[in-house]
């Protein structure tokens, strides 16, 4: 049974950082890719940065330049640096994995941007 467990959420004032972690119960080598969802009251979950198991990322737009997913295979956790935090960032983040024969989600960790 995979379980992903995130840390590091909080609240934040405007401009400020986090650093979100994801461990995996096994080795993240195993996923074909790890993801960083989010979601905010009455929106949808949208994907805020991915990683392949080769190491290509993807950001969304609205977080380039700030975010960063990072992993430690060693560790079996993957990272996501957010700096100049915005209160547009507020938002319960999800890691996620895609391993190949089926999809695993974090119960997830509230991040709160103060303006």
């Known amino acids: 049974q995979v379980q992903l467990v995130e840390s590091g959420g909080g609240l934040v004032q405007a401009g400020g950082s986090l650093r979100l972690s994801c461990a995996a119960s096994g080795s993240i080598e195993s996923f074909n890719h790890m993801a960083w969802y989010r979601q905010a009251p009455g929106k949808q979950r949208d994907v805020v940065a991915s990683i392949s198991r080769i190491g290509d990322t993807y950001y969304a737009d609205s977080v380039k330049g700030r975010f960063t997913i990072s992993r430690d295979n060693a560790k079996n956790t993957v990272f996501l640096q957010m700096n100049s935090l915005k209160p547009e960032d507020t938002a319960v983040y999800y890691c996620?994995?895609?391993?190949?024969?089926?999809?695993?989600w974090g119960q997830g960790t509230q991040v709160t941007v103060s303006s």
């Open positions: 996620y994995a895609f391993g190949g024969v089926g999809t695993y």
